[in-house]
């Protein structure tokens, strides 16, 4: 039985991107449902695949249902519709949508064919991810509670332990020093002028 491997790349960002091993007897669907939970998506929402070529232009739709929108041909169901029954050539690529609000839009292309499953995973699966994934309903990355631990953790909010002077600047703290080390400096040569006299 052929295993398939997908590269799910987010479409404004190819630098983030899911690997899924999906059999080829397994539908659009379970493609469907395994993009969603690799990005941490809910399924709460529409979809749709259209079928596409080496420029990314959409083709007929593979939808998880028929909505009410006009079709320029009638959609495959993704529920009917097996992974092998749409690949046409060792490249083939389809867009997914999700969310027809938020229009997230996935480039999915074929990456890998294999005649060997592997008896330990469950298809289909998610292979490998690379990349922080768009957050469905906000911002992903150092922002929230995350934030907020860091802060805690490092103090971020107050300065430093060791940094300045309490109710001195940082700039005159700096001058303080400087000065500091002018005097010294001032006395290390008098002192030895003194030696010197003393020879």
Same mark, same amino acid.
């Given at each position: 039985m052929a295993v398939m491997k997908f590269r799910i790349y987010? /479409?404004?960002d190819?630098?983030?991107y899911r690997d899924v091993a999906i059999k080829h007897t397994q539908t659009f669907q379970q493609l469907h /449902?395994?993009?969603l939970k690799a990005y941490e998506f809910d399924k709460k929402h529409q979809a749709t695949f259209y079928r596409s070529n080496d420029n990314w232009q959409r083709g007929r739709e593979i939808s998880l249902e028929k909505y009410d929108k006009s079709y320029k041909a009638e959609p495959l169901l993704m529920s009917d519709t097996t992974i092998g029954s749409e690949i046409k050539d060792p490249n083939q690529k389809f867009i997914y949508v999700y969310d027809f609000v938020k229009n997230w839009s996935f480039l999915v292309e074929l990456i890998n064919v294999s005649k060997e499953e592997n008896a330990k995973l469950d298809y289909p699966v998610v292979v490998k991810s690379e990349g922080i994934g768009p957050s469905q309903y906000g911002t992903r990355g150092l922002v929230g509670d995350r934030l907020t631990e860091i802060e805690e953790?490092?103090?971020?909010n107050r300065n430093a332990e060791g940094f300045g002077v309490e109710g001195v600047s940082a700039d005159e703290s700096d001058m303080g020093e400087e000065t500091g080390t002018e005097e010294e400096e001032n006395a290390d040569e008098a002192e030895a002028g003194s030696d010197e006299e003393l020879i």
């Open positions: 987010l /479409e404004e190819d630098s983030v /449902e395994v993009i953790k490092y103090d971020l």
